[in-house]
């Protein structure tokens, strides 16, 4: 059974202004690398469906969702910013109800046994959107689409949402912090942006703050002894990583020191894990990740070990 790879071509015409870190060269370099790797021998592509509203109604509110679409540029309009770091083009809308639907058709296909894994890459991403805010380029929560899809279309009691971008997935805690069928895991360099609390007071929220220049070591040690004992108590029934490749030693937008071997290692960690306890169920979420070659790589690298798994 292969692995599912769920994109379309409207997620790179997404624009924001000329200079914006979050760029259509993010993905267009990850689709060029990996359509010339093994990988994709792995590997079958699915063209990501548009969310419907009534699945991004289930973590977003309506006032929230009616801004958004009625804020939408039209063809030939000028940009429209939503917060100062986010912006909308005349692709923005589809492509962001693209990522989101990417992660329900996601994990329809891991549920049914279609694909063993599936990664969704899509953009903007989506993990600081609130329920009612947009922010840090993000407009849709993806990740949180998919999993309130999981428990309510699919029927699943209990789903794992991993975040391991360099910024802390506020928005995905945002919209779980009071739900019990949710287990929320987030490594995040602290204090940096969006300067979250880095303490929880939820039991199905793990934060793991990391100071500036931590590497593999501190990260490793982390998923180790707080999100493996944490996923053993709550098994999960289906997996989600906001896969953001931002802390990457070499990404320009922040101070964490990953490698591309410490991604490897975290992929390897969670097959293991979802293989034991929810055979195959895991769905994977482009999150951030502004070099282009590191990010491109450690996405492929990551990916190569969901394909194997």
């Known amino acids: 059974m292969k692995t599912a790879l769920l994109h379309h071509p409207v997620c790179i015409k997404h624009q924001a202004h000329p200079g914006h870190p979050e760029r259509p ?4 370099v990850l689709e060029q690398q990996l359509h010339a790797s093994p990988v994709m021998d792995r590997i079958t ?36 910013q939503l917060d100062p770091d986010t912006a909308m083009n ?30 969704c890459a899509v953009r ?19 990740i949180a689409v998919g999993a309130a899809y999981a428990l309510e279309q699919l029927g699943l009691d209990r ?9 802390h997935g506020n928005g995905t805690e945002d919209i779980f912090e009071d739900e019990p069928r949710v287990l929320f895991c ?3 360099q602290h204090p940096y942006y969006p300067y979250s609390n880095p303490v929880s007071d939820r039991n199905n929220i793990v934060k793991s703050p990391l100071a500036a220049g931590s590497g593999g070591t501190e990260f490793r040690r982390v998923v180790t002894d707080d999100w493996m004992p944490a996923l053993e108590t709550f098994q999960p029934q289906m997996i989600f ?12 937008l922040a101070q964490l020191c990953f490698t591309q071997d410490d991604y490897i290692w975290f992929s390897e960690q969670i097959v293991a894990f979802a293989n034991r306890v929810c055979p195959g169920q895991i769905v994977s979420y482009l999150e951030g990740g502004y070099d282009l070659s590191a990010t491109a790589s450690s996405a492929i690298a990551h990916l190569d070990v969901l394909s194997r798994g």
Not at 51 to 75: C, D, F, K, N
């Open 45 to 80: 592509e699915i063209e990501a469906p548009m969310a419907t509203l009534e699945q991004i109604g289930r973590v977003h509110t309506q006032a929230y969702i009616s801004m958004v679409e009625s804020s939408a540029p039209a063809p030939g309009e000028a940009l429209v």
């Open 25 to 28: 060269e993010r993905l267009i």
């Open 159 to 167: 789903v794992a949402i991993l975040d391991f971008d360099v910024h």
């Open 241 to 252: 990583i906001s896969a953001g490749f931002d802390a990457h030693e070499d990404d320009p």
């Open 124 to 142: 903007p991403c989506g993990h600081h959107a609130t329920r009612d805010r947009a922010m840090g380029f993000c407009i849709y929560n993806g």
């Open 186 to 188: 987030s490594s995040f």
């Open 90 to 119: 005349e692709y923005s809308l589809e492509a962001t109800k693209r990522g989101a639907g990417a992660a329900c058709k996601a994990a329809d296909m891991v549920h049914n046994g279609e694909a063993r894994h599936a990664f």
